[in-house]
């Protein structure tokens, strides 16, 4: 089996003819169905059915489509690799930001860093929800993504970088721990809460703390919007429940409490989330590098959760 071989077998596959196939690789149809052939006799298996309509994969050939992908995907990376080894990193970087997450605030320093130090990469950042995020990954369609995380994955892996303690966000008008810096959970537990789809790690570390307390979830309303969150807060419409360097981020001003959640405390992580099953490109590598570089000097030594608080 060669990679030639698995050009010529994604190619027929994305065209649903042999035919096309021919037309568009520029290579004789009978020499094509050859290769196909050769193919199905070195897995011994079939790995199209054919028709008057064209082709289709069977199971075995879908199978090997879905490798076949990622092998010439490699194999491209790798010549791509090689070719810029020795010059300064280049190329289009995608990073996923998680919703309700400090992370966002970070954008501007990201990208004026990646400017300054690797003037050839382009970073493209987009906000995604955890719900289409491994497939995102697994696909390349994203290079990293920082998120709430939200537990094992298959595909991808994640790199905790920090542990934040949640605190309960609220108008300052609210008569709650009238005084203090801390709620008890019981006491947030009173405030109707603005929270995100029940997709969203975050929330779903909100629900399971209740739950396991025997205490209620008063949801006002599920907010995906953050412009329309630091709204309704300020209207005094309910309360929400954000890690410290969130709140910060997106309730800067003085209106607003941010009380830490105590008795007990709730715990959110943010990861950095990348592929497991193949390696990132020289660009993607070294934006990986910078992102980790800056959530350290920034982040950890502010708002990482004391272990002997948890």
């Known amino acids: 089996m060669d990679t030639r071989k ?3 077998f994604v190619k027929i596959v994305d065209s649903g003819s042999i035919t096309k196939a021919a037309a568009a690789l520029h290579v004789a149809q009978p020499a094509l169905s050859q290769q196909v052939s050769a193919l199905e006799s070195d897995l011994k298996q079939r790995l199209l059915i054919r028709s008057k309509q064209g082709v289709e994969p069977t199971a075995a050939g879908h199978t090997l489509y879905r490798h076949a992908q990622t092998i010439l995907r490699l194999v491209e990376q790798a010549r791509l690799d090689v070719a810029a080894s020795g010059a300064a990193p280049s190329g289009r ?13 970070l954008t501007p320093q990201i990208i004026r860093e990646v400017g300054r130090r690797y003037p050839d990469i382009v970073v493209h950042l987009t906000e995604i929800f955890g719900g289409v995020l491994s497939e995102a990954i697994k696909n390349g369609r994203l290079d990293m993504a920082l998120i709430y ?14 542990v934040e303690d949640l605190h309960l966000v609220t108008h300052e008008n609210v008569d709650v721990a009238q005084g203090r810096t801390t709620v008890t959970l019981e006491e947030a537990s009173s ?16 629900e399971k703390g209740l739950a396991d307390h025997g205490l209620p979830l008063r949801l006002v309303g599920e907010v995906e919007s953050v412009p329309s969150l630091v709204r309704l807060i300020r209207a005094n419409l309910g309360a929400t429940v954000l890690p410290k360097s969130a ?8 209106n607003f409490k941010v009380l830490r959640i105590v008795e007990p405390a709730l715990q959110s992580k943010i990861a950095l989330c990348t592929p497991d099953h193949e390696p990132l490109s020289e660009a993607a590598s070294a934006v990986l590098i910078l992102v980790k570089e800056m959530l350290q000097q920034q982040l950890i030594s502010k708002y990482a959760a004391d272990p002997a608080e948890a």
């Open 149 to 162: 995380e939200p537990g094992k994955i298959r595909g991808v892996q994640f790199t905790t970088m920090i």
């Open 247 to 254: 709140a910060d981020a997106l309730f800067p001003d003085e």
């Open 6 to 8: 698995l050009s010529y």
């Open 93 to 105: 970087v995608s990073i996923a930001i998680a919703p309700y997450s400090m992370a966002s605030s």
């Open 191 to 206: 405030l109707g809460l603005f929270l995100p789809e029940k997709n969203h790690t975050l929330r779903q570390i909100i």
